[in-house]
C-alpha cells in the first residue's frame, strides 16, 4: 500500500506543485489549506507523513500550531516544515516543536524527495528491527525498537523519529564519541550541525523531565556526544 503524505500549505499553486510531485513517486496525498480542515481530517486518520508549512492563511504561526498538537497525538509521526521562512530562529523553532526536519522551498525536488525517502526508511527500520537488536538496556535506559518505545527509570520518553535514532546510536556504544556524521547516518538523515544540536538539547529535555539529575549525554566539545551510561 502506498505511502500516505499530507501537504498542509495555503498556497494553491505550491500545494498542487508537490501533490503533483509526490504522486510521481507513487505516493498517495492528500492536501489542505489550512490548519483546522487538516486537524479534523487527522482525527479520523493519520498520515504516514505530514509537510507543513508555517504561515497558513491568516494564521502566521498556523505550522507551529499544527506541529504541536501533532507531536501531541503521535510522538512518531514524521512531520516535515518546508517554508519559506529560512530565519535560523524559525528553524530551531520548529525542531523544538518536534519536527523531524525543518526544509525551505528552494530546496530541489530530488533532494526533497531523498529527505522523504530517507524518513519512510527509519522508520520501516524501526518497525522490522533485527531480532538481536530490538532490546537495549543501558543502565536506566531501555530501548525496544520493535515497539519504538524508550524508557527512563521505567517511564516512556516520548521521541521523534529522529531522536530516537540519535538516542540509539549513542547508547549502542556508551563511552564512545559520536560524531556528527555519525549520527547523521545513524538518524539516516541530511542535518547540519545546527540541527544536530537542537535535537540534542530537545533530547536532554525530555530526559530531564522525568529525571532532573539525568546528565546520560555528555557533549565532547569539537567531536561529537556520548552516552555515559
Given at each position: 500500500?502506498?505511502?500516505?503524505?499530507?501537504?498542509?500549505?495555503?498556497?494553491?499553486?505550491?500545494?498542487?506543485?508537490?501533490?503533483?510531485?509526490?504522486?510521481?513517486?507513487?505516493?498517495?496525498?492528500?492536501?489542505?489549506?489550512?490548519?483546522?480542515?487538516?486537524?479534523?481530517?487527522?482525527?479520523?486518520?493519520?498520515?504516514?507523513?505530514?509537510?507543513?508549512?508555517?504561515?497558513l492563511?491568516?494564521?502566521?504561526?498556523?505550522?507551529?500550531?499544527?506541529?504541536?498538537?501533532?507531536?501531541?497525538?503521535?510522538?512518531e509521526?514524521?512531520?516535515?516544515?518546508?517554508?519559506?521562512?529560512?530565519?535560523?530562529?524559525?528553524?530551531?523553532?520548529?525542531l523544538?516543536?518536534?519536527?523531524?526536519?525543518?526544509?525551505?522551498?528552494?530546496?530541489s525536488?530530488?533532494?526533497?524527495?531523498?529527505?522523504?525517502?530517507?524518513?519512510?526508511?527509519?522508520?520501516?527500520?524501526?518497525?522490522?528491527?533485527?531480532?538481536?537488536?530490538?532490546?537495549?538496556?543501558?543502565?536506566?535506559?531501555?530501548?525496544?525498537?520493535?515497539?519504538?518505545?524508550?524508557?527512563?527509570?521505567?517511564?516512556?520518553?516520548?521521541?521523534?523519529?529522529?531522536?530516537f535514532?540519535?538516542?540509539?546510536?549513542?547508547?549502542?556504544?556508551?563511552?564512545?564519541v559520536?560524531?556528527?556524521?555519525?549520527?547523521?547516518?545513524?538518524?539516516?538523515?541530511?542535518?547540519?550541525?545546527?540541527?544536530?544540536?537542537?535535537?540534542?538539547?530537545?533530547?536532554?529535555?525530555?530526559?530531564?523531565?522525568?529525571?532532573?539529575?539525568?546528565?546520560?549525554?555528555?557533549?565532547?566539545?569539537?567531536?561529537?556526544?556520548?552516552?555515559?551510561?
Amino acid at each position: 500500500m502506498a505511502k500516505r503524505i499530507a501537504i498542509v500549505e495555503d498556497e494553491a499553486a505550491i500545494r498542487d506543485n508537490y501533490a503533483a510531485a509526490f504522486k510521481r513517486e507513487g505516493y498517495a496525498v492528500d492536501t489542505y489549506d489550512s490548519r483546522k480542515p487538516a486537524l479534523q481530517a487527522f482525527a479520523a486518520r493519520l498520515p504516514d507523513l505530514v509537510v507543513i508549512d508555517i504561515n497558513l492563511r491568516d494564521d502566521v504561526e498556523g505550522g507551529f500550531e499544527l506541529c504541536r498538537e501533532l507531536r501531541a497525538r503521535a510522538a512518531e509521526l514524521p512531520i516535515i516544515f518546508l517554508t519559506a521562512r529560512d530565519s535560523e530562529f524559525d528553524a530551531v523553532s520548529g525542531l523544538r516543536l518536534g519536527a523531524d526536519d525543518y526544509l525551505t522551498k528552494d530546496i530541489s525536488l530530488p533532494h526533497l524527495m531523498a529527505r522523504i525517502a530517507a524518513l519512510f526508511r527509519r522508520l520501516e527500520a524501526m518497525q522490522q528491527p533485527h531480532a538481536a537488536e530490538s532490546r537495549l538496556t543501558r543502565g536506566d535506559l531501555a530501548i525496544d525498537t520493535e515497539r519504538m518505545t524508550v524508557l527512563w527509570q521505567e517511564q516512556p520518553v516520548g521521541l521523534t523519529l529522529t531522536e530516537f535514532w540519535l538516542v540509539h546510536a549513542m547508547a549502542r556504544y556508551p563511552g564512545h564519541v559520536k560524531n556528527r556524521q555519525q549520527l547523521m547516518d545513524a538518524a539516516q538523515a541530511v542535518l547540519d550541525d545546527n540541527t544536530i544540536t537542537s535535537h540534542v538539547k530537545r533530547i536532554r529535555r525530555k530526559f530531564i523531565a522525568i529525571d532532573a539529575g539525568f546528565n546520560a549525554i555528555e557533549t565532547v566539545y569539537g567531536m561529537g556526544y556520548r552516552w555515559l551510561q
